[in-house]
Each structure stands twice: as C-alpha cells, then as structure tokens.
C-alpha cells in the first residue's frame, strides 16, 4: 500500500520494520526505516502523519476489526544500528 497507493514523495523507499497494537486495539505503534538512513527521519515522519487518514481509512475497509486503531509513527534506528555493528565487525575481522 506505501509503494503502490501513496503518491507522497517524503514515502518512497521507506519500510516498515514493526508494529505493536495494545489491547484494546486504541492505538498501533508503527515502527519505520527508510534506506537513507536517520537523515530523512523526520521527514518520513511527516509524510506518515499527513497520510494517516487515508492509511486508516483504507486499511479499516481491508481488515475485518471491531475498531481499527489510530497509528502512531516512530523511527526505527535498529536498521542503521545493525549495519554500524556490521561494519565494525568486518573491520575487526580484516585486522587480524
């Protein structure tokens, strides 16, 4: 749905990496990456918001629930991190 239904240009090549919904189904913490890196955080950040409307809406109309519940968007550094620690390791690896 965020490649082929948004056409905002602050979501391209961004990912979701994971999503937690309480129990009452209230609300749904949606966790995102995007290729760039950190950089473009606040600005994917943004893009989600502006969308969220229409990503409720239409995700509701997909997903047989009670209730759907409202997206809160957070960034995700654990992609960025993980390629840090990888990095480091490689280096540590061609110095021996």
Known sequence: MLIHEISDPRLKQIYVTGIKVDRELAYAEV?????EGASRAEEVLAGLESASGFLRRTLAARVELRAFPKMRFHWDPTPENADHIEKLLAGLRNKK
Do not use: L
């Open 31 to 35: 966790y995102v990456s995007a290729v």
